[in-house]
């Protein structure tokens, strides 16, 4: 498996979403909750699947977007979402960054609800 971080310059993000293009990849998020009493820590997977862009198309987000700050080289809520990606198994807001679904049920479990 292949960690894939942030970008350091437009050429790294490029060879990543070339290299993302027409595949499918899996998006791992480590969360850990502790309180005074009580830790809890899980990881929360995404596949995500691309379709195959072109040049022009990586090098439009590339220049419009700057997802320099972005593990993948890539933000799922921005344009590259909405016209590349094809399907996601799993949760949405994990590939965002955070997955809130279970971080809440998580919270009610610790919290006895």
């Not at 997802?67 to 809520?77: L, R, S, T």
């Amino acid at each position: 498996m292949e960690i894939i971080g942030k970008p350091k310059d437009a050429k790294e993000a490029f060879s990543i979403l070339a290299r993302l293009s027409g595949h499918t990849h899996k998006v791992l998020t480590g969360v850990c909750i502790r309180t005074n009493t009580e830790t809890r820590s899980f990881t929360a997977s995404s596949d995500v699947t691309f379709a195959p862009l072109s040049a022009e198309e990586i090098n439009y987000y590339i220049e419009k977007y700057k997802p320099f700050d972005k593990a993948g080289a890539y933000g799922i809520q921005e344009w590259i979402g909405h016209v590349a990606i094809t399907n996601i198994e799993g949760s949405f807001y994990n590939i965002m960054g955070l997955p809130v679904q279970r971080v809440y049920r998580t919270l009610c479990e610790m919290l006895g609800e």
